[in-house]
């Protein structure tokens, strides 16, 4: 992408809406637009990230075996009758009168509608396990939207629901979902401990949040020191391995790890550590509770009729882009794992004027599109100062900087953003180095 065709509008200054460094740099950034409370328009740069960590998510659910469905954002009211959430649920939700006077509301959850999904097919014991899950748009009138999109009205969730027929089948699927979740945050980069949770209005006995660590979390937790260098990557369990898996939860949930609403003391650790943290996915067991009042029955083995076993599993899709940046960043902006960066390097063109440095960043540009590597060619006829802000500012994981001074001497600077260090590197090599080292980051899981 050429950035002088691009629609990237950065700020110098500081919004002064914006409290936490995330939410200041999404705006600085071009990432984000704010429309009204909680509500925004994901700008190009900004819709980049949120879709290369919505495709992360997916392939890690998609790895344990759930299966993507889309349902709408507008639900009937009917179905949140049936389970009795239709008067608990509060003013979180935000109800509509179609004109038919018919009472619908745009969805804060999915349980009740792929409940009715999974009855209207699923009959017998045969057909299960099933997971199924969407990335779909949410809205919850929240009282205090904050924070930019780390706590939106509208925000972007991937929830799967899991129906099993026992139990203990149903521990199972958590247990999967559990092992993917601590994939997916891997592969994001970064260090989310799974925590005691209580079930809230969901229900239900088995529940954990996913807690990214940071000062400026909203949620107040308390973890046993060990987490802090405990691996969390999940990478050797196999999730079709009931024996690793299990003994990988059991290894996970027996380190002491609660939120403000599960601390209770019993078990705690001497090595306390009393701390914030930004909840980025939420998972639950809750066995037939919608099932019954939403008569989801099933045929047992025996040919008996019974509720099928649930369990929901959220993940903050537009949250992690917050989360990500709150964990990645310095005073200039933002340091984008390479997983989830919109371009993977930046060519800083330092004088569009002078012919051979444009020859060489049109040619650098080329060739590393060609090599698949996403790239970001700043080709405005602007300052050397402000491109570098710029580029710091967006945080793309590497930059080239191309100018006359260099290209003398037939060198380029190399920098990585991480980090702040710098190379010169022979124009021959900049190709070579970039698209060997990009490769392996750029996987990502
Ligand atoms: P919170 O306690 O932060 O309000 P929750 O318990 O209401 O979260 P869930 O219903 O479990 O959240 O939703 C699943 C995930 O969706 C959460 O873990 C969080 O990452 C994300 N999420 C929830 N509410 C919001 C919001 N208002 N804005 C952005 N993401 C959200
Ligand atoms: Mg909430």
Same mark, same amino acid.
């Given at each position: 992408?050429?950035?002088?065709?691009?629609?990237?509008?950065?700020?110098?200054?500081?919004?002064?809406?914006?409290?936490?460094?995330?939410?200041?740099?999404? /705006?600085?950034?071009?990432?984000?637009?704010?429309?009204?409370?909680?509500?925004?328009?994901? %700008?190009?740069? +900004?819709?980049?990230?949120?879709?290369?960590?919505?495709?992360?998510?997916?392939?890690?659910?998609?790895?344990?075996?759930?299966?993507?469905?889309?349902?709408? =954002?507008?639900?009937?009211?009917? %179905?949140?009758?049936?389970?009795?959430?239709?008067?608990?649920?509060?003013?979180?939700?935000?109800?509509?009168?179609?004109?038919?006077?018919?009472?619908?509301?745009?969805?804060?959850?999915?349980?009740?509608?792929?409940?009715?999904?999974?009855?209207?097919?699923?009959?017998?014991?045969?057909?299960?396990?099933?997971?199924?899950?969407?990335?779909?748009?949410?809205?919850?009138?929240?009282?205090?939207?904050?924070?930019?999109?780390?706590?939106?009205?509208?925000? /972007?969730?991937?929830?799967?629901?899991?129906?099993? %027929?026992?139990?203990?089948?149903?521990?199972?699927?958590?247990?999967?979902?559990?092992?993917?979740?601590?994939?997916?945050?891997?592969?994001?980069?970064?260090?989310?401990?799974?925590?005691?949770?209580?079930?809230?209005?969901?229900?239900?006995?088995?529940?954990?949040?996913?807690?990214?660590?940071?000062?400026?979390?909203?949620?107040?937790?308390?973890?046993?020191?060990?987490?802090?260098?405990?691996?969390?990557?999940?990478?050797?369990?196999?999730?079709?391995?009931?024996?690793?898996?299990?003994?990988?939860?059991?290894?996970? =949930?027996?380190?002491?790890?609660?939120?403000?609403? =599960?601390?209770?003391?019993?078990?705690?650790?001497?090595?306390?550590?009393?701390?914030?943290?930004?909840?980025?996915?939420?998972?639950?067991?809750? +066995?037939?509770?919608?099932?019954?009042?939403?008569?989801?029955?099933?045929?047992?083995?025996?040919?008996?009729?019974?509720?099928?076993?649930?369990?929901?599993?959220?993940?903050?899709?537009?949250?992690?882009?917050?989360?990500?940046?709150?964990?990645?960043?310095?005073?200039?902006?933002?340091?984008?794992?390479?997983?989830?960066?919109?371009?993977?390097?930046?060519?800083?063109?330092?004088?569009?004027?002078?012919?051979?440095?444009?020859?060489?960043?049109?040619?650098?540009?080329?060739?590393?599109?060609?090599?698949?590597?996403?790239?970001?060619?700043?080709?405005?006829?602007?300052?050397?100062?402000?491109?570098?802000?710029?580029?710091?500012?967006?945080? /793309?994981?590497?930059?080239?900087?191309?100018?006359?001074?260099?290209?003398?001497?037939?060198?380029?600077?190399?920098?990585?953003?991480? =980090?702040?260090?710098?190379?010169?590197?022979?124009?021959?090599?900049?190709?070579?180095?970039?698209?060997?080292?990009?490769?392996?980051?750029?996987? +990502?899981?």
């Amino acid at each position: 992408m050429r950035l002088s065709q691009y629609f990237l509008p950065t700020l110098k200054e500081d919004p002064k809406e914006a409290e936490i460094a995330s939410h200041r740099f999404m /705006l600085r950034a071009g990432m984000i637009k704010q429309n009204g409370a909680g509500i925004y328009t994901w %700008l190009p740069m +900004g819709l980049r990230v949120l879709r290369k960590i919505e495709n992360l998510v997916r392939y890690h659910q998609d790895s344990v075996g759930a299966h993507e469905c889309l349902m709408p =954002t507008i639900q009937s009211a009917d %179905l949140w009758k049936e389970s009795g959430r239709y008067d608990a649920y509060g003013k979180e939700m935000l109800r509509i009168t179609d004109r038919h006077d018919r009472e619908m509301l745009y969805g804060p959850t999915n349980e009740e509608m792929i409940t009715d999904v999974f009855r209207s097919y699923i009959k017998s014991y045969k057909d299960l396990p099933k997971n199924l899950y969407h990335i779909q748009w949410k809205f919850r009138d929240e009282i205090r939207p904050r924070f930019g999109v780390m706590r939106g009205r509208e925000f /972007l969730m991937k929830d799967a629901y899991s129906f099993d %027929l026992t139990k203990e089948d149903a521990v199972y699927s958590y247990q999967k979902m559990f092992l993917a979740y601590l994939k997916t945050y891997t592969s994001l980069g970064l260090r989310v401990i799974p925590m005691k949770a209580d079930t809230g209005p969901i229900g239900g006995d088995l529940s954990h949040e996913f807690i990214l660590l940071a000062e400026t979390g909203e949620s107040e937790v308390y973890v046993d020191e060990k987490w802090m260098d405990m691996d969390l990557s999940g990478k050797d369990v196999f999730y079709k391995s009931r024996g690793q898996l299990d003994k990988f939860f059991k290894e996970m =949930t027996s380190v002491y790890a609660a939120t403000d609403e =599960t601390h209770d003391g019993v078990g705690a650790p001497a090595n306390l550590v009393k701390t914030r943290g930004i909840e980025v996915g939420h998972i639950f067991y809750f +066995g037939t509770k919608y099932s019954e009042s939403m008569k989801a029955l099933v045929q047992n083995k025996e040919g008996k009729t019974v509720p099928v076993e649930m369990g929901s599993y959220g993940i903050g899709v537009s949250r992690l882009v917050g989360a990500i940046i709150e964990a990645n960043h310095d005073d200039a902006g933002i340091k984008w794992p390479a997983s989830v960066a919109p371009y993977n390097v930046g060519i800083i063109n330092l004088k569009v004027s002078d012919e051979e440095t444009t020859c060489v960043c049109e040619e650098l540009y080329k060739n590393l599109q060609a090599a698949n590597v996403d790239v970001l060619y700043d080709d405005r006829d602007t300052n050397a100062g402000g491109k570098f802000a710029d580029m710091d500012l967006i945080g /793309l994981p590497w930059q080239v900087i191309v100018g006359p001074r260099g290209l003398k001497s037939g060198v380029v600077e190399l920098k990585k953003r991480a =980090t702040g260090e710098k190379h010169e590197v022979s124009l021959e090599s900049v190709m070579n180095t970039l698209t060997t080292d990009i490769k392996d980051i750029t996987q +990502g899981f």
